[in-house]
């Protein structure tokens, strides 16, 4: 069965670095999406992407954060220059079309900004 | 108000045992799904729910949609251990992107 794939499972970073997180959405889908997870906390969503631009973003999805699809497969989520409060888990999801099933989901990538 | 509120926050109960959670909403939604997350891990999904449907079951999820009270419920029968872990409900809203908005959880905790 397809699967979104999110690498790396793990980064540790220094405040004020630039990291990138990267996912695989499955290959035939159209929509994707970044959501995040502070330790103890709810889901919460910061963007959605279709046809190679933005189509909602949250407050949280602000100037530091962006998004973009390099290749046609990857998907990415850069935060330009990290904070402590963005150590969270990032989930990466993609979605085949509107009104469909569920979206699918990556594992995640924790993020630790020290 | 936040969309997607679960209670309780947290449940324990013995092994055997069933388990309600509660979730209530507040704009209209195309559908609702629960997902199931172990500690510090990834999100499972277990069922979804369309908004033009009552009741979902699915082993030994049962799932019920009132969209009149904006509120649904997920309860699991015969509960095991390995049912410990916490439970979100989601919804996406009729208009957008179909973004999910998710509750706070409820941490459910299986006594052996």
């Known amino acids: 069965e397809p699967e979104v794939t999110q690498t790396p499972s793990h980064q540790v970073t220094q405040m004020g670095q630039e990291v990138i997180l990267r996912c695989v959405p499955i290959s035939n889908h159209l929509y994707f999406y970044w959501y995040r997870q502070i330790l103890g906390q709810k889901v919460e969503f910061l963007v959605s992407f279709y046809n190679n631009e933005i189509s909602e973003k949250s407050e949280i999805f602000d100037d530091q954060f962006s998004v973009e699809r390099p290749d046609g497969s990857n998907f990415t989520l850069k935060i330009r220059s990290t904070k402590l409060e963005d150590s969270a888990m990032y989930f990466c999801?993609?979605?085949?079309?509107?009104?469909?099933?569920?979206?699918?989901f990556g594992p995640g990538t924790r993020l630790t900004v020290l | 108000s936040q969309q997607g509120e679960e209670d309780p926050q947290a449940l324990s109960i013995q092994e055997g045992e069933n388990a309600t959670m509660n979730c209530s909403y507040k704009t209209s939604i195309n559908n609702l799904q629960w997902y199931r997350q172990n500690s510090g891990r990834g999100l499972v999904h277990l069922i979804l729910i369309r908004s033009n449907e009552r009741e979902k079951h699915s082993g030994r999820l049962r799932v019920t949609l009132d969209t009149s009270k904006k509120s649904s419920s997920l309860l699991i029968t015969a509960s095991r251990a390995a049912d410990t872990a916490s439970y979100f409900c989601a919804t996406d809203a009729e208009q957008g992107a179909q973004k999910l908005v998710f509750g706070q959880g409820t941490r459910l905790t299986i006594n052996p």
């Open positions: 999801a993609s979605l085949p079309r509107l009104n469909t099933d569920t979206q699918y």
